[in-house]
Every structure is written in C-alpha cells, then in structure tokens.
C-alpha cells in the first residue's frame, strides 16, 4: 500500500487500484463546533481516548436519522487526536471483502487505526458484512489490538427487518427465542460495544445548531430565524445537515 503513517494520518481505499490513497484535504470538523450532541460526543471521546492509551475499548456504531451528526462526529474525534497517534481509514461497505487485507497490512504498526465505514447497512441479499467477523472478534488468529471500526447507519440492526423473520420465535422457559433469521440480524450489530443513537433535533436545538454557523451576525435575528424555519420545512427535516445548508444558501443570498 506504500503508506507512510509516520507522515500519513488519513486514506481511502480505491478498489480500482486495491490500495489505500492517502488523504490531505481532511474535513476540518471540531468536537466543539457539534451542538446539541453532547452525550454522544462524550461516550465516543472516551472510547477513543481509551484506544489510545492502550486500555480496552469498543467497535462503535452511530446509528438514527440522516443529517444529525454521526460522520462528523467521527472526523472531529479523528481531528482532535490525529496528534496522538490516531490514524483513520475510510472505507466503502461494497469493498469491504478488502478489510481483511487492509488490516494485515496495519496491525503491526505503532499508530492507532479507526476504521471508518459510512452508511452502513445492508440489504437482505448482501453477504459482505460477513468478512467483519475476523476483524471485530478475530478467528483463529487474534483481532488487531490497533484496529477499532466506527460505523454509521440509519438502521440500528444493519440488515432489514421483516415481520416473517419473527414468525419463528418461540418462548422457551419463560425467555423469548429469536429465529435464525433474526438472530443473523441481531448478531451483526451486537458485535459493536458500543452504539450512540442520534435524532433530530427539535426546533428550538435546530436554531441553536444555526446559531453557531452565524457566530457574528449582525442583522435582525428573529427574521434570519424565520427563514431557517422555513428553509427546514421545505425539507422537512431539522438536522445539522439542514443547518448547515441553510448557512450556505442564506450567505450565498446577501447575508
């Protein structure tokens, strides 16, 4: 893979090459500059700060609604400790088949790995999660003790739930006994230690969220607060993301 991680702090994987390119031009996201998340933002700094300093940590899975933080979340932990060792990968859920080489490729090395997986969920067709089983609890060979993997995804159990799935259940001495097919989906996600849910905020956290994109805003509030309201229920959705694209249209109209 011909990386430098003494000089390198972050890559992305490329299929078509199969290897890893090293990345510069990282988004410069801040642990300080995410509002409204702030139980999240504490467990997944804790976590890290433990895989650093070489003490037990866990796998994290960032699962809940779309736009409300989860990857920037993950780039401001990689940004604040990339000084200390921290290094990140990013990979695709379609090349995970790869992850295995990937990390044959690391786990010797002094530097601490996230490996970082967007969007992570799968349809009932998919196999490829599969692979993960080696990296997160190992197989005949010990999993990495340098390697965690952060994932983010809207669904909580990775793969899609349907009502025939639970069809089989049973209870068995008073304890409920999934199906096979359940407990498939089920043993996926509770392979991750630790899982933060994310909502979207209400409107009151939405405008707050506004708020830190106009630090030094000069004009009327009440009316910039307006326009955000409507530009959210134009899209239905009061997420960071939102915010963030309601700062990019409203500088972009004479703010």
């Not at 972050?10 to 998340?37: C, E, F, Y």
């Not at 809207?154 to 025939?164: A, G, I, S």
């Not at 009316?223 to 009061?238: D, Q, T, V």
């Amino acid at each position: 893979m011909n990386i430098n991680w003494k000089q390198v702090n972050a890559a992305i994987w490329r299929p078509q090459t199969g290897a890893l390119r090293p990345v510069n031009a990282i988004d410069p996201v801040t642990l300080n500059s995410l509002i409204g998340i702030d139980r999240q933002k504490a467990e997944l700094v804790k976590n890290t700060e433990r895989f650093i300093a070489h003490k037990p940590a866990n796998n994290a899975l960032l699962w809940g609604a779309r736009g409300t933080g989860k990857s920037s979340l993950i780039k401001a932990i990689f940004n604040a400790y990339k000084s200390e060792g921290l290094r990140l990968i990013e990979i695709f859920k379609n090349d995970l088949y790869n992850l295995p080489y990937i990390v044959d490729e690391i786990r010797e090395l002094p530097q601490r790995f996230i490996i970082y997986c967007d969007d992570f969920s799968f349809d009932a067709t998919e196999n490829s999660y599969m692979v993960l089983k080696t990296v997160l609890e190992g197989s005949i060979e010990q999993p990495p003790e340098n390697v965690l993997l952060y994932s983010t995804s809207n669904r909580r159990h990775l793969l899609p739930e349907y009502m025939k799935d639970n069809l089989d259940a049973k209870l068995v001495d008073g304890e409920l006994h999934y199906s096979d097919a359940v407990e498939e989906k089920i043993s996926l996600s509770d392979r991750f230690g630790l899982w933060l849910s994310f909502y979207q905020a209400g409107m009151e956290g939405y405008l707050e969220i506004v708020d830190s994109y106009f630090p030094d805003y000069r004009g009327d509030k009440s009316a910039l607060h307006e326009a955000a309201k409507m530009f959210a229920m134009s899209r239905a959705s009061k997420s960071g993301r939102t915010a963030k694209q309601f700062f990019n249209y409203y500088s972009g109209n004479g703010e």
